[in-house]
């Protein structure tokens, strides 16, 4: 069975400092993965994800992830993080049967 | 603009009552899935149906029943609420298969059930 572990539930940084969120999955076959955002009171919505060819995958806002095949890794990183940036963030892996299972979450706090 | 609509935002109820979570999909989308958020377990899959009429279950089923006998719309149905089934619950959608199997979500139900 697919697992995704985020071992880090809350990261706190101060401004403008750089972050990484950790996530690692397990898999016996080929998968996508992806790294969600939620915002406070609001529903999820995709970051980036990684499909295929190149292992980095950028996101518009600065965020970057490194699929890592012989980690089973794909983290999550910012060069410096804006209060902005405050939010819950889930990694996902998909499967070939379309499901998708999501980690438990890193809520991430920016402060000034 | 893509859109998953889930048809409360807040939602309370007694214990016993059978309670009906409804979402709608505008992107003709084959997958559709009902999840529950709670702190520190991350979202949990109930139920996910891939066609009309199919479902299969995720890892939390008991207590949850679902209904998609439309493709756009597919129906979480707690058949008698307890109080250990007060969460946000999340549908979402996607594509059955390839590249684009992003996820789309509502923006949530919370359940209070007292």
């Known amino acids: 069975a697919q697992s995704v572990t985020q071992l880090d539930s809350q990261v706190p940084v101060f401004e403008e400092a750089p972050v990484e969120l950790r996530c690692n999955y397990s898999s016996s076959v080929s998968v996508y993965l992806f790294w969600y955002v939620q915002y406070p009171n609001q529903g999820l919505q995709l970051l980036l994800k990684y499909l295929s060819g190149s292992t980095l995958v950028e996101s518009i806002n600065g965020f970057e992830a490194e699929f890592n095949k012989s980690q089973t890794s794909f983290h999550l990183r910012k060069p410096s993080v804006h209060i902005s940036d405050t939010a819950e963030y889930f990694c996902?892996?998909?499967?070939?049967?379309?499901?998708?299972?999501f980690g438990s979450g890193t809520r991430l706090s920016i402060r000034p | 603009d893509v859109k998953v609509t889930q048809s409360s935002r807040y939602l309370v109820k007694r214990t016993g009552e059978k309670v009906f979570l409804e979402c709608v999909q505008d992107?003709?989308?084959?997958?559709m899935f009902w999840y529950r958020q709670d702190p520190g377990l991350g979202l949990r899959l109930i139920y996910f149906s891939y066609d009309v009429k199919m479902k299969e279950k995720g890892d939390i089923p008991e207590g949850y029943s679902v209904s998609r006998e439309k493709k756009e719309r597919f129906s979480l149905i707690l058949e008698s609420a307890s109080t250990n089934q007060t969460s946000m619950y999340l549908c979402?959608?996607?594509?059955?298969?390839?590249?684009?199997?992003?996820?789309?979500f509502g923006q949530g139900t919370r359940l209070t059930v007292v």
């Open positions: 992107m003709d989308h084959e997958n």
């Open positions: 979402a959608s996607s594509y059955l298969q390839g590249v684009n199997t992003e996820a789309f």
């Open positions: 996902a892996v998909v499967s070939s049967a379309s499901k998708i299972i």
